[in-house]
């Protein structure tokens, strides 16, 4: 395998790499903290690329120039006659298992940029209702610096505590206080159906630790509306209080009663984390 074979890869991972980088594309995959490493990748592969073309230019440059000394001085001489070497037909065979070899190899850098034009050919979209449903609700985690009660609940914006998913579920398990309690909270998240088929829709957000492949789904069951559900995976800010009790055929999915919903446009960052 040649060496200039083994520079179109390089680059192409590169020059995606740089994309996600630059661009909203990366927060479909990585948490925001991510995105420079994305870039110092990229940046790194664009240097490696480009030295290894360099060299390769370098050394066919090298090879030509040697090549033509050495047969002017055989047609000068014309006394050196190359000889056949019959014996060379018996290992003729393995030649071309060396051949078939080098082609394999060849193949590997090839094979290794195939994910990363997946991202630009097929576009992958962030995790969302499908993917929601076919993973468990997972309990939230207690919060290790909340031994001694938890923090009160951030300043209210026009009339609601903002909170994450995330950050409702764990106040609901494990704040003795109930703070939330007849507050008006307000959420951000997508439509799922209810678990269980039952009645409201359930609002949904990932929560990833380093990148989308250890994502799981944060569920709150949104009850009360009088009005008809929003298409799934649509994006919504809900306004309404929680309702303190565990739901006993979900006890993992805290409940809100909503009063208020409202569309959203999809958010650059989709995850939490």
Not at 6 to 23: F, Q, Y
Not at 168 to 194: N, Y
Not at 208 to 237: F, M, N, R
Request: a negative charge; charged letters at 20%; glycine letters at 10%.
């Amino acid at each position: 395998m040649s060496r200039e074979n083994h520079v179109a890869p390089i680059a192409l991972a590169a020059a995606l790499l740089l994309r996600l980088g630059l661009t909203d594309a990366y927060a479909n995959y990585v948490r925001p903290a991510m995105q420079p490493w994305l870039v110092v990748a990229g940046v790194v592969l664009a240097i490696l690329a480009v030295t290894r073309y360099v060299g390769w230019r370098s050394a066919s440059s090298s090879e030509a120039q040697g090549g033509h000394v050495d047969g002017g001085n055989g047609d000068h001489d014309g006394s050196d006659q190359a000889e056949p070497d019959h014996g060379d037909h018996e290992g003729h065979g393995d030649g071309h298992g060396d051949h078939d070899g080098a082609h394999g190899r060849g193949l590997v850098p090839w094979l290794l940029a195939l994910p990363f034009a997946a991202v630009v050919l097929v576009s992958p979209t962030p995790l969302s209702s499908f993917a929601a449903a076919r993973q468990d609700t997972r309990a939230p985690d207690q919060p290790a610096d909340t031994a001694g009660g938890y923090a009160p609940l951030p300043a209210a914006v026009d009339g609601a505590y903002e909170l994450s998913l995330s950050e409702f579920a764990a106040r609901a398990a494990f704040d003795d206080e109930r703070q939330m309690e007849g507050e008006t909270i307000r959420l951000t998240g997508f439509v799922s159906p209810a678990e269980g088929g039952g009645s409201g829709f359930t609002l949904t957000r990932f929560l990833i630790a380093c990148c989308a492949g250890d994502a799981y789904p944060i569920k709150v069951s949104v009850e009360g509306l009088e009005q008809p559900v929003p298409a799934t995976d649509t994006w919504l800010v809900v306004e309404g209080t929680w309702r303190p009790g565990r739901d006993s055929e979900q006890p993992d999915v805290p409940v809100l009663d909503a009063v208020s919903i409202r569309e959203i446009p999809h958010p650059t960052d989709p995850y939490e984390s």
